[in-house]
């Protein structure tokens, strides 16, 4: 698909940097369009991936069928923190020196309408591990199939290969599961650590049992791009799932958190989320984001 943006499909980088941004009080639509259309020769959809909140598409009088704030889960057993953004970037290198740049001047190209809301450097620990040692999306779909959960297709001109992606920065306590043994944290997580085996006497409450993308109806499946942060003595993972819509995302959720039916994803024992956000990001045309559906 030439229209998509391809970073989302490419292999997790060695670091990057997630940055969010309110829109300033003043802004109007004139304004956010302007920053807009500056950041717009900074956004390749492969070094820099690009998402639009709700607010920011609604200020400008687009519309893009299926976006919405994300506002936790109808009946969570557990806190699920919601922290809109209108404009997110997903900030992707190899070196880490470049991702200083990249980052100072997105934050410059927008300044007149958005102002920072948080930054979040990450990294790549090994092969794709999370920072528990746990590989980290082993059921990612592939190839035609990752395209299929990841993109829109079929709906026409300026969404057809759009993409929408949930965003949940969530903060492990280590002492918590560093005190559990061995057998506890597999249990917990619902795979062997030693040769990442899923296990099959795992209690229901294991992550990898109450994620199984297969056991939803319609099946809920994401294409996984989370990577591990740290900022001083705080660390986790930040959570990154794209998809055709947020359906497979919340019906996930809704699982985990015990809305659907009582029963508490396990991974909550020890991990917490701090934030949560939805976005849509736009396709590529002739190597530019596509934006004709933020035209009124």
């Known amino acids: 698909?030439?229209?998509i943006?391809?970073?989302i499909l490419q292999a997790i980088p060695s670091h990057a940097i997630y940055l969010t941004f309110h829109l300033r009080p003043e802004a109007d639509a004139g304004t956010a369009m302007d920053a807009l259309s500056a950041i717009l020769p900074l956004v390749d959809g492969a070094r820099v991936v690009l998402g639009l909140g709700a607010s920011l598409v609604q200020l400008v009088g687009g519309g893009v069928p299926g976006l919405h704030d994300f506002n936790g889960v109808a009946g969570s057993m557990v806190k699920l923190p919601a922290a809109p953004a209108?404009?997110?970037?997903?900030?992707?290198?190899?070196q880490r020196g470049e991702l200083v740049h990249q980052a100072r001047r997105l934050r410059h190209a927008v300044a007149d309408a958005f102002d920072l809301q948080q930054t979040i450097d990450a990294f790549k620990v090994g092969s794709g591990r999370d920072l528990t040692g746990y590989e980290d999306g082993t059921e990612n779909p592939e190839d035609a199939a990752a395209i299929a959960a990841a993109?829109?297709?079929g709906?026409?001109?300026?969404?057809n290969g759009s993409s929408f992606v949930a965003v949940q920065q969530w903060q492990h306590g280590f002492e918590q599961f560093e005190a559990m043994p061995q057998a506890q944290q597999d249990n917990l997580i619902g795979r062997r650590k030693s040769d990442n085996e899923e296990l099959e006497d795992a209690p229901e409450s294991a992550h990898?049992?109450?994620t199984a993308q297969e056991n939803f109806n319609p099946e809920a499946f994401v294409l996984r791009r989370s990577m591990p942060w740290s900022e001083h003595e705080h660390a986790g993972l930040h959570f990154v799932a794209f998809g055709k819509s947020f359906y497979a995302f919340e019906a996930q959720l809704r699982r985990m958190s015990g809305a659907e039916d009582g029963i508490v994803d396990a991974l909550f024992s020890f991990s917490q989320p701090l934030t949560g956000a939805y976005f849509w990001c736009p396709p590529m045309k002739d190597g530019r984001l596509d934006?004709?559906?933020l035209r009124a």
Do not use: H, P, T, Y
């Open 208 to 210: 990898v049992k109450r």
């Open 155 to 159: 709906q026409g001109d300026g969404l």
């Open 5 to 7: 943006q391809k970073g």
């Open 86 to 94: 209108a404009l997110w970037c997903w900030c992707r290198e190899e």
């Open 291 to 293: 934006l004709r559906l």
């Open 151 to 153: 993109f829109v297709q």
């Open 1 to 3: 698909m030439q229209s």
